[in-house]
């Protein structure tokens, strides 16, 4: 069993930045890929970017092309967190925003992942 909790969301102006953090606890964190989804009213949960577990030290990262150059997924496992880094944020961010895990490898499929936590709202007004 795995608990996440997210944190970090807010209004943030266009142009601007906003840092996402999502803690985890249970049994296992290292072992498992984590996910960003996200979610606006009306419209289905949709992929934001994803970072594999570690492998001799090496971490890949994966993202959605609508994010890509100004999202950056990391984690420190020694704090079972996963953060996002959200810079040059545009109207279109605005969702309410979505830690998972529960998969080992990197995957896009929202289907695959086994424990999601409570959703942060960020808002990007213009």
């Known amino acids: 069993q795995v608990q996440l909790v997210e944190s970090g969301g807010g209004l943030v102006q266009a142009g601007g930045s906003l840092g996402l953090s999502c803690a985890a606890s249970?049994?296992?964190?290292?072992?498992?890929?984590m996910g960003w989804f996200r979610q606006a009213p009306g419209k289905e949960r949709e992929f934001v970017a994803a970072i594999s577990s570690s492998a001799r030290n090496i971490y890949y990262a994966e993202y959605a092309d609508s994010v890509k150059g100004r999202f950056t997924i990391s984690r420190d496992n020694a704090k079972n967190t996963v953060y996002l880094q959200m810079n040059s944020l545009k109207p279109e961010d605005t969702a309410v925003y979505y830690c998972?895990?529960?998969?080992?490898?990197?995957?896009?499929?929202?289907?695959?992942?086994?424990?999601w936590g409570q959703g942060t709202q960020v808002t990007v007004s213009s």
């Open positions: 249970g049994h296992t964190f290292s072992g498992y890929a």
């Open positions: 998972a895990a529960g998969v080992r490898g990197l995957t896009v499929d929202r289907g695959s992942y086994g424990y």
